[in-house]
């Protein structure tokens, strides 16, 4: 578990997370959330984005990295509590209240370098094994669309997953992927085969949260766009 900061201090005592008016959880997804192993701070792209928003808004707030499966339960479950950078699909519309989006997200097939296979589209590959990771959006899609699926308990686990031949393909983020394989030395093993699909992160919130609020969140997304802090923000990722 790794907090930014702490609302207050009282004598060198830190208040506990129930003293923040807003609660924000995510994972180690990078570029978008990027969590320093020896800190637990949390940057990244969509991390400065929501940042910024907060300062903007006035909120007093914590940022906490999790694994995402329990992120994403803690903000269906607590009022006061947001999750990011989290798809917005169909099955999830429901969950939350939505503030955003934050980014776009190229989902992405990858392939052992040395595969003789070439699949170019989703039907090419029903008769596979794809891998992903528990509680993401991707593997959710597959699920619905009756994939077979092998799936982790982190998305960094994947590519010597595959390697080993534990599955057939790789589904991710783009940009997820290919900060792992650089991560993981392994970026002349493993190639890119075709996007399948594109889907926008947001920031999304217990359902119990004030809509005056999440219109108030959206409204300041909008102008930070338009004022070109965004754009700003992005470019210092690419």
Known sequence: MAILRFCVFILGISL?????????VTEDYSPFNIVNPKTGEVTGLSTE??????????EKYSITAYPWARSIQMAQNNPDTCVFSTSRTPGREQLYKWVGPLVKNNWVIFARADDTRHPKTLEDLRIYTIGSYRNDAIAEYFSLKGFNTELASTDADNPRKMLAGRFDFW???ELLGWEILKQQGLTKMVVQLF?????EMYLACNTTM?????EKWNQILKEMDK???SAAIEKRYK
């Open 16 to 24: 506990p997370l129930s003293c923040w008016s807003e609660i924000l």
């Open 227 to 229: 004022d070109g802090t």
């Open 49 to 58: 984005k929501v940042q910024e928003l907060m300062r903007r808004a006035g």
């Open 171 to 173: 589904a991710s983020g």
């Open 195 to 199: 996007t399948f699909n594109q889907t």
């Open 210 to 214: 004030s809509q005056a609020k999440i």
